[in-house]
C-alpha cells in the first residue's frame, strides 16, 4: 500500500476577495453606485418618517410616493417640521432617482447587459479553473501558445491590454495591465500551474516575472525574449524557461537545411496529429514502482508497449539512448515514445507502489 504524501508546504494568505479590473470604465459601476444611493435615500427617508411619528408603512409609503412624485395625499396631517423634512427629501431624492433610470436605461440601450453576462460567466468559469495556464499578451506568440495548450486539453486564461484585440481570442479573458497585481489575481495565479509571458518588450515580460514570481514563488513561468541579452535577466528575475523565438526560428529553418526528414517527423510526433505516435515525459516519484530499478528490470516495453528515448537526471543532465543497465531514479524525467493509450499505460504503471 503506497504511504500517503503529506504537504508541508506553507498556505499562503492570499487576498480572498473579487478583484474589479478597470473599474472606472466599468459600465455597470455607474448603476451600482446609483442604485446604492437610491436605497440610502429611502431608508433615510423611512427614518426620518419615523423620527416624526409616522408608523413604519406610513413612513415607507410616504418616502417612496415623494421621491417618485406620485403625489399621494399623505397618510399623517404634515407639520412644519415633516414638511421642512419632505422639501428635504423632494430635492435629494427626485434627483437621485432620475440619475438611476438614466443610468439603468443608458445599460439597457447600450447593450451592456449581454456583455455583463458573458463577463460575469466568464468570471465564474476561472474561479472554478484549477492548474491552468495564464497566457500574458494576445499576439502572434501567444495565440500559437494557447492554441497548442487547448489541443492538448489545458484550460488556458488569456490576459491582454488591448480590449479590441483581445475580444478575437475564444478563450477566456481578463481584459488589464498583467503590470499590475490585481489582474493576475482575477486571472487566477494563485491557483495557476504556469505563466507564459509572451508581451510585446522584454521589460514587460521581465516586470511580470518579478511580479508573478512575487506573488506565487512556486510559480512555474516561461517567458518570451527578443534579445541575448534579455535571457539572462529574464532567467535571474525567475523565468524557469526563456524562449527566444528568433533564435528558434533561425535554428529550425538551419534544420530544415541540413535535416528536413527529422524536422517533419518530430513535428509531426509533437503537433500534428496524424500520427498515433507521441512524445511524452513522467517525472518518476520516490514511492514508484519504478525508482531504483533499471530499465531491463523494469520490463517497461514488455508492460506498457512505451519506448524510453531518454532519461533526464534531477540535475538537469540527459542519458540519451539509455542502455538495459541505466537505472531508474527517483526524480528522473522518463522521455518516452508510443501510442496516447502505451503513455498512458507507462503513466499508470509507474504509479504502482
Known amino acids: 500500500m503506497c504511504p500517503r504524501k503529506v504537504s508541508h508546504k506553507p498556505n499562503r494568505a492570499l487576498p480572498q476577495r473579487l478583484v474589479k479590473v478597470n473599474s472606472v470604465r466599468d459600465p455597470f459601476r455607474r448603476v451600482w453606485i446609483a442604485l446604492g444611493t437610491l ?40 407639520s412644519a417640521s415633516a414638511k421642512a423634512f419632505t422639501i428635504f427629501l423632494i430635492l435629494v431624492g427626485v434627483g437621485t432617482a432620475l440619475y438611476t433610470f438614466s443610468a439603468v436605461f443608458e445599460l439597457l440601450v447600450e447593450g451592456h447587459m449581454r456583455s455583463l453576462v458573458r463577463r460575469r460567466k466568464m468570471e465564474r468559469n476561472i474561479a472554478r479553473m484549477q492548474k491552468h495556464v495564464i497566457v500574458c499578451g494576445w499576439g502572434r506568440v501567444g495565440g500559437e501558445v494557447a492554441r497548442f495548450l487547448t489541443n492538448a486539453g489545458r484550460e ?58 512575487t506573488i506565487r514563488p ?27 523565438p528568433q533564435q528558434l526560428g533561425g535554428d529550425r529553418m538551419a534544420s530544415f537545411v ?23 515525459e513522467l517525472v518518476i516519484s520516490t514511492d514508484s514502482i519504478l525508482a531504483g530499478k533499471s530499465l531491463r528490470s523494469a520490463h517497461l516495453r514488455d508492460q506498457t508497449g512505451a519506448l524510453v528515448l531518454a532519461i533526464r537526471r534531477p540535475d538537469g543532465s540527459f542519458v540519451t539512448n539509455p542502455t538495459p543497465e541505466d537505472a531508474i531514479k527517483a526524480g528522473d524525467v522518463l522521455i518516452s515514445v508510443g501510442t496516447e493509450e502505451q503513455l498512458r499505460a507507462l503513466a499508470d504503471f509507474a504509479a504502482r507502489c
Open 39 to 78: 436605497a440610502l435615500v429611502l431608508v433615510v427617508g423611512t427614518v426620518g418618517y419615523l423620527i416624526l411619528g409616522f408608523r413604519l408603512l406610513d413612513a415607507i409609503f410616504q418616502t417612496i410616493s415623494t421621491v417618485t412624485t406620485v403625489g399621494f395625499n399623505s397618510p399623517h396631517q404634515l
Open 156 to 213: 488556458v486564461v488569456v490576459v491582454d491590454r488591448d480590449l479590441e484585440r483581445l475580444i478575437t481570442a475564444p478563450y477566456a479573458t481578463v481584459h488589464g495591465d498583467v503590470t499590475d497585481d490585481e489582474v493576475l489575481l482575477l486571472a487566477g495565479i494563485e491557483r495557476a500551474a504556469t505563466l507564459v509571458a509572451a508581451l510585446d518588450t522584454d521589460a514587460d515580460n521581465l516586470y511580470l516575472t518579478v511580479a508573478s514570481k
Open 218 to 244: 512556486d510559480l512555474q513561468i516561461i517567458a518570451r525574449a527578443r534579445s541575448e541579452s534579455s535571457e539572462l535577466k529574464l532567467t535571474r528575475a525567475g523565468a524557469d524557461r526563456v524562449v527566444n
Open 258 to 280: 541540413t535535416q528536413p526528414h527529422v524536422v517533419d517527423f518530430v513535428d509531426v510526433v509533437m503537433h500534428d496529429g496524424s500520427l498515433r505516435f507521441r512524445l511524452g
